[in-house]
Nanobody, 131 residues
Framework: QLQLVESGGGLVQPGGSLRLSCAAS????????IGWFRQAPGKEREGVSC??????????KYGNSVKGRFTISRDNAKNTVYLQMNSLKPEDTAVYYC??????????????????????WGQGTQVTVSS
């Protein structure tokens, strides 16, 4: 069964840190780009970060609002992608989702920050930044 499971969310004070994990099963993880997205109440889902497959150099992208604060990484041996979130702000409060998009050397060589094209989605993990 194809599955993505997020974990690591919770309540944290402004300026604090959290590390989210996205554990994959049921498909060949190393063939997929992985993206992190978030959705705050009343807002559209937005791209946070993504990481390409290892054969594409595991290149990374970040949204402007999280650059310099968040770091994405992947461990293909563990079928897991991590999102290290530092210097958290109240505006980072949202449900965070990970998603997987199949790598194609011709049509999708690098990960992208848009929702379209992602084949599999997790159920999300809540991150709340509040004092």
């Amino acid at each position: 069964q194809l599955q993505l499971v997020e974990s690591g969310g919770g309540l944290v004070q402004p300026g604090g840190s959290l590390r989210l994990s996205c554990a994959a099963s049921g498909f060949t993880f190393s063939y997929y780009h992985i993206g992190w997205f978030r959705q705050a109440p009343g807002k559209e889902r937005e791209g946070v970060s993504c990481i390409s497959v290892s054969s594409a150099g595991s290149s990374t992208k970040y949204g402007n609002s999280v650059k310099g604060r968040f770091t994405i990484s992947r461990d293909n041996a563990k079928n897991t992608v991590y999102l290290q979130m530092n210097s958290l702000k109240p505006e980072d409060t949202a449900v965070y989702y990970c998603a997987a998009e199949f790598f194609s050397r011709t049509t999708q060589p690098m990960c992208r920050m848009t929702l379209e094209g992602y084949d599999y989605w997790g159920q999300g993990t809540q991150v709340t930044v509040s004092s």
